[in-house]
């Protein structure tokens, strides 16, 4: 484990992570309050290569992780992740993958899965369900390791992170082309339900303080456009409809449950509105090409990145996608930065540095 979080702590130096260790080093949180990290695979640190019955994936080799030493760990991208820059931000050590041998779980962990979804059968990868039940072992190992009391101050002061419920739209979106408008709200409700129910199990357990990441404009990703070369590069309107529906409403359900349930406090970062902005309006945020991927073939770069022929771009940080669907190290941090400490016009009803100072 002191190997890997050495690793990391190189890759942070090489990603110009410094200045944020030391930024925030002056006024460090207190070592009790971790964070928790659920989702799919905009999160995922590489948990998809210690599975079993997981389908191989170019993200465990070059290109993916040029930008850190030319390894990639399992994420999608040139470099760290947006949970990898709010630990960083937080002075905590960057959560390993829980299904990393010998990872020490109970200083923080990440349970995200590349291709998880809220809903379904696990598919090869650990979906919702999975990983809470993942999570309750590490609160399992928290109390063996801490005491009861201990555990439960800890779980009551951490953060709970997450970013789901794209691939449920997704997949959707292709297996039901020809869905009712009644339909589609169904199901985003259902989906919405669920993951709101994940919420109130990890509250149930002691969990009080969760930070989430929004769905993003599908229809507007490299990867989708691809799949619809006839709209010559346009965002696809079907795949826009069930995100703007599920934000809205877990938007709504979550201040219900702020209302509802003692101590709860939420953090919602509109993802689909900060992603959209820097596709429409790249250059304002220090990029020069928001709608091709650096890494893929196809239309946009769209598909393949790794696999076959494909383009790679020489700088990654000109460009807001890494590949297809996931974004470049410097888009990453850019997010983190409004997850931590934006405004209530992007991230409220708090952000992420007030969810950790919380008691």
Not at 187 to 196: E, P
Not at 289 to 303: D, F, W
Request: proline content about 5%; some cysteine; overall charge positive.
């Amino acid at each position: 484990m002191a190997t890997t979080i050495k690793l990391l702590f190189l890759i942070a130096l090489h990603a110009t992570a410094l200045n944020l260790i030391v930024c925030y080093a002056a006024n460090p949180l207190s070592s009790k309050k971790l964070l928790f990290v659920f989702g799919d695979s905009l999160f995922d640190p590489g948990n998809n290569q210690y599975l079993n019955n997981s389908m191989p994936s170019a993200s465990i080799s070059w290109p993916y992780g040029m930008n850190m030493n030319n390894k990639s760990t399992g994420r999608l991208s040139d470099g760290l992740l947006v949970p990898d820059f709010v630990a960083l931000f937080a002075n905590l050590p960057v959560d390993p993958p829980c299904m990393q041998p010998g990872a020490d779980l109970t200083s923080g962990a990440n349970f995200a899965s590349a291709g998880a979804g809220v809903l379904g059968e696990s598919n090869g990868v650990m979906n919702l369900n999975t990983q809470l039940t993942n999570f309750k072992k590490v609160v399992t190992l928290l109390v063996q390791k801490k005491g009861e009391q201990e555990a439960k101050k800890i779980l009551m002061s951490s953060v709970y992170l997450f970013s789901m419920g794209g691939n449920d739209y997704f997949r959707y979106n292709l297996n039901y082309r020809n869905s009712t408008k009644s339909e589609r709200v169904t199901y985003m409700h259902t989906v919405v339900a669920s993951l709101t129910n994940g919420f109130k199990e990890i509250y149930a357990m002691g969990g009080r303080k969760f930070a989430i990441q929004n769905v993003a404009p599908l229809g507007c990703l490299p990867s989708t456009k691809a799949m619809y070369p006839e709209l010559n590069g346009a965002c696809v309107k079907n795949f826009l409809t069930h995100p703007k529906l599920h934000n809205k409403a877990l938007y709504n359900k979550l201040n219900k449950m702020a209302k509802q349930l003692p101590g709860f406090k939420h953090s919602i970062m509109n993802y689909y509105y900060a992603l959209g902005d820097r596709i429409s309006k790249s250059p304002i945020y220090g990029f020069k090409e928001g709608k091709v991927a650096c890494c893929g073939s196809e239309l946009c770069n769209g598909q393949n990145c790794g696999v076959g022929s494909y383009k790679l771009c020489k700088n990654p940080s000109e460009y807001v996608f890494f590949d297809g669907g996931h974004t470049t190290q410097k888009t990453s941090r850019q997010l983190a930065e409004l997850l931590w400490s934006g405004g209530p016009n992007v991230t409220g009803p708090y952000n992420v540095k007030q969810l950790f100072e919380f008691p």
